[in-house]
């Protein structure tokens, strides 16, 4: 029998990065859907935007050695797909309220410092949309802090300032928020796609969601609450669970669930945000390659004195 012997990888999958983000768009669409139900054409034109935007710097930083035209062709711009989805979940963290030309700014710095200055995608240390979310934070804090109410449309908090809320609304996402976060249904329906076809596991999402409910519960805050109301849950499916700029082994995972959850805690009990998801996130991306160092497992055969 004839050998042929090749170079790695020799274990191959059919997924390829293009498949793999079109998978977390499809994923995506419940808490899209939900979004412009409950905040209208405002959260629509959010995503367009965001995404378009997303996917035009994408496309140039990664032809600009081509030519605008060679860019701006239509298989370009969608290219592998995770620019649309850095683009559309940085929309699903952004206030509808929120300027347009703003979420221009925001996608443009995701794509830009988020992934390219790190090298591209696969060699980010942080979630390139958190770190858009994070720039327009600091820029314009009063437009990034401004909600209306889905229901009448009125200017009004969010559950996590007022306290209110019946978990009914909470689950349906008819409270004030990020566009895409408030719905716990349509953010679990999308989770539990990615866990269908296997590009999330259970470990960071539980983690996260438990820690999250356990330390509120001891801290006096209805548990329950702490993980509907907010981005906790949008966070820790699809942003937490980032292949890249998460830990490689369940354990590590769960490690960083852990994190994420005391840290998402911390800051709205004791700090002057009444949200931690964002920090808490990009602090244990920081943390990444440290927990994969500790995490590492032993090796076949190693360990074992002579």
């Known amino acids: 029998?004839?050998?042929?012997?090749?170079?790695?990888?020799?274990?191959?999958?059919?997924?390829?990065?293009?498949?793999?983000?079109?998978?977390?768009?499809?994923?995506?669409?419940?808490?899209?859907?939900?979004?412009?139900?409950?905040?209208g054409w405002r959260a629509f034109l959010l995503m367009a935007v965001s995404i378009l935007t997303a996917m035009l710097t994408e496309s140039i930083l990664k032809n600009y050695k081509h030519g605008l035209g060679h860019a701006l062709q239509p298989g370009n711009i969608f290219g592998d797909g995770s620019s649309a989805v850095t683009g559309l979940i940085l929309a699903h963290i952004l206030t509808p309220l929120l300027p347009l030309w703003m979420a221009v700014i925001g996608a443009f710095l995701a794509i830009f410092v988020g992934k390219h200055v790190f090298g591209g995608i696969g060699q980010?240390?942080?979630?390139?949309?958190?770190?858009?979310?994070?720039?327009?934070?600091?820029?314009?804090?009063?437009?990034?802090?401004q909600w209306i109410l889905p229901i009448d449309s009125l200017a009004g908090a969010t559950s996590l300032v007022t306290g209110e809320g019946s978990y009914l609304m909470l689950f349906l996402g008819r409270i004030g928020g990020c566009i895409g976060e408030t719905s716990a249904l349509a953010i679990i329906l999308g989770g539990l796609y990615l866990l269908y076809r296997g590009h999330i596991s259970?470990?960071?999402?539980?983690?996260?969601?438990?820690?999250?409910?356990?330390?509120?519960?001891?801290?006096?805050?209805?548990?329950?609450?702490?993980?509907?109301?907010?981005?906790?849950?949008?966070?820790?499916?699809?942003?937490?669970?980032?292949?890249?700029?998460t830990p490689m082994t369940p354990k590590g995972q769960l490690v960083f669930g852990l994190g994420c959850g005391l840290i998402t805690v911390i800051i709205r009990e004791f700090g002057g945000l009444p949200e931690g998801v964002m920090y808490s996130i990009l602090i244990m991306n920081a943390l990444t390659p440290l927990i994969d160092k500790i995490m590492q497992p032993r090796l076949f055969g190693g360990g074992v004195s002579a």
Do not use: C, E, Q
């Open 202 to 245: 259970w470990h960071i999402p539980t983690a996260y969601l438990g820690s999250t409910a356990l330390i509120s519960a001891l801290l006096g805050t209805d548990p329950l609450f702490a993980v509907l109301a907010g981005g906790v849950a949008y966070g820790a499916i699809f942003m937490a669970t980032d292949m890249v700029t």
């Open 1 to 39: 029998m004839k050998l042929v012997v090749t170079h790695s990888p020799h274990i191959k999958t059919p997924d390829t990065t293009k498949r793999i983000m079109t998978d977390v768009l499809i994923a995506l669409i419940p808490a899209s859907i939900s979004a412009v139900v409950n905040f």
């Open 124 to 145: 980010n240390s942080f979630n390139p949309a958190l770190v858009g979310r994070a720039a327009l934070l600091a820029a314009f804090p009063l437009y990034m802090t």
